[in-house]
T-cell receptor, first 113, second 115 residues
Framework: GENVEQHPSTLSVQEGDSAVIKCTYS??????FPWYKQELGKRPQLIID?????GEKKDQRIAVTLNKTAKHFSLHITETQPEDSAVYFC????????????FGAGTRLTVKP | DGGITQSPKYLFRKEGQNVTLSCEQN?????MYWYRQDPGQGLRLIYY???????QKGDIAEGYSVSREKKESFPLTVTSAQKNPTAFYLC??????????????FGPGTRLTVL
């Protein structure tokens, strides 16, 4: 089945700097890659997603890139703010069915003011 | 934060006891999921259901059981057979379609502690 690896596990940046989180996946048939943000003690919430027919997608300060050949995708946050501090999870849809979502282990991002 | 709810928020259980976690959604979603979250790890799928009266095992189903008698409800029972049940449990729901782009909406979670 699908296996998703995520790096780094922790990331600390200064306010205003950029943050990049990378994920790789194993199943070349996967074609939907969402990113979830989980603030402390709260539920994960979708912040951006990308489909396999698109190489890059941007939403204000957040962007995601996808390289299907290399089977990796990345989350980019620019001009980071303290409220960006959270755990970020990448995910990929596996092949068993279109609801079988596999998550990375998460990245704890800390933005220092 | 409405739409999908879980109760209770915190749950304590003695070893050897079964306990049931509630998950309800009013989003009219056909699919529902249970995940387990441990510190430093991603979400691991326990069970999922795409339709009433049907459910499938995820990667870590041992020691857990579910039922799907109603579209809105997908309770999870943590049995005494689960060797390490202390964790944060998240329920989610999504539509079911032929498209593969189905966002999952999460509940607020239940933190289970075995004493």
């Amino acid at each position: 089945g699908e296996n998703v690896e995520q790096h780094p596990s922790t990331l600390s940046v200064q306010e205003g700097d950029s943050a990049v989180i990378k994920c790789t996946y194993s199943d070349s048939a996967s074609n939907y890659f969402p990113w979830y943000k989980q603030e402390l003690g709260k539920r994960p919430q979708l912040i951006i997603d990308i489909r396999s027919n698109v190489g890059e997608k941007k939403d204000q300060r957040i962007a995601v890139t996808l390289n299907k050949t290399a089977k990796h995708f990345s989350l980019h946050i620019t001009e980071t703010q303290p409220e960006d501090s959270a755990v970020y999870f990448c995910a990929a849809i596996g092949v068993r069915n279109n609801n079988d979502m596999r998550f990375g282990a998460g990245t704890r991002l800390t933005v220092k003011p | 934060d409405g739409g999908i709810t879980q109760s209770p928020k915190y749950l304590f259980r003695k070893e050897g006891q079964n306990v049931t976690l509630s998950c309800e959604q009013n989003l009219n979603h056909d699919a529902m999921y249970w995940y387990r979250q441990d510190p430093g790890q991603g979400l691991r799928l326990i069970y999922y259901s795409q339709i009433v009266n049907d459910f499938q095992k995820g990667d870590i189903a041992e020691g857990y059981s579910v039922s799907r008698e109603k579209k809105e409800s997908f309770p999870l029972t943590v049995t005494s057979a689960q060797k390490n049940p202390t964790a944060f449990y998240l329920c989610a729901s999504s539509i079911v379609s032929r498209s593969m782009y189905n966002e999952q909406f999460f509940g607020p979670g239940t933190r289970l502690t075995v004493l």
